[in-house]
Each structure stands twice: as C-alpha cells, then as structure tokens.
C-alpha cells in the first residue's frame, strides 16, 4: 500500500505563502490515483482543501480556498503539492494528503472516499 509524507508546513504571517509536499515513500508510487489535501483544526471535522485527478488535467476546490490555493502533481516524482497563498489565519490547521481509493461516488470532496493519508503537516498563520 502506498505510503505517504508530507512536508513544507511551518510558521507565516497572514498574507504570506507556503507550498506543502506529499511524496510517496520510497519505492511507493500512487500511480493512477487521484490526490487530495484536506485539513484538520483543533477541535474541528477533517475537511476538503482541494484534489486532482491522476493526469491533473482536473482539480477541484473548497470554496474558502478558491483562487488562493493551488494543488499540482508530478507524476515523474510521485509528489503532489499544495500551494498556498494569501494565507489567513483562519486556515490554520494540519494538513494531510490522502490517495483516493474509492469511486462510489462523483465528490471528490467526500473524506470516506480517500484510504491512504499521510502523517499530517502543521501550518500556523499568525495574524
């Protein structure tokens, strides 16, 4: 089962950027699978950040990330990203990465349909 690890969270000011990483482990690929990044606050649901198809010809978005945020892949080095701009305090939380396992249904938004996630990576924004 493909394994993975996040990495690029940390500390930034509101206003500022970040971009996260998602490799697959060593000699892990995700292959054929679509990607998302979802996130966690304290005390608060998981919820959808943003996913991609497996050729990312498709993404999709949360509303409250639309036009700030942008996730990529590279196929090449089995690693997804997440860029994240004009970043708010509102959007700190830890972030994970999640293969999608699962088709039962269209949503690409719908946390039951991911079974692999990542270990979660922090990122505060400090107003």
């Known amino acids: 089962q493909v394994q993975l690890v996040e990495s690029g969270g940390g500390l930034v000011q509101a206003g500022g950027s970040l971009r996260l990483s998602c490799a697959a482990a060593?000699?892990?690929?995700?292959?054929?699978?679509?990607m998302a990044w979802f996130r966690q606050a304290p005390g608060k649901e998981r919820d959808f950040v943003a996913a991609?198809?497996?050729?990312?010809?498709?993404?999709y978005y949360a509303d409250s990330v639309k036009g700030r945020f942008t996730i990529s892949r590279d196929n090449a080095k089995n690693t997804v990203y997440l860029q994240l701009n004009s970043l708010k305090p509102e959007d700190t939380a830890v972030y994970y990465c999640a293969v999608r396992l699962w088709y039962r249904s269209s949503a690409w938004n719908a946390r039951n349909e991911y079974g692999v996630w990542g270990q979660g990576t922090q990122v505060t924004v400090s107003s």
């Open positions: 060593s000699g892990r690929t995700f292959s054929g699978y679509g």
């Open positions: 991609i198809t497996w050729s990312g010809g498709s993404t």
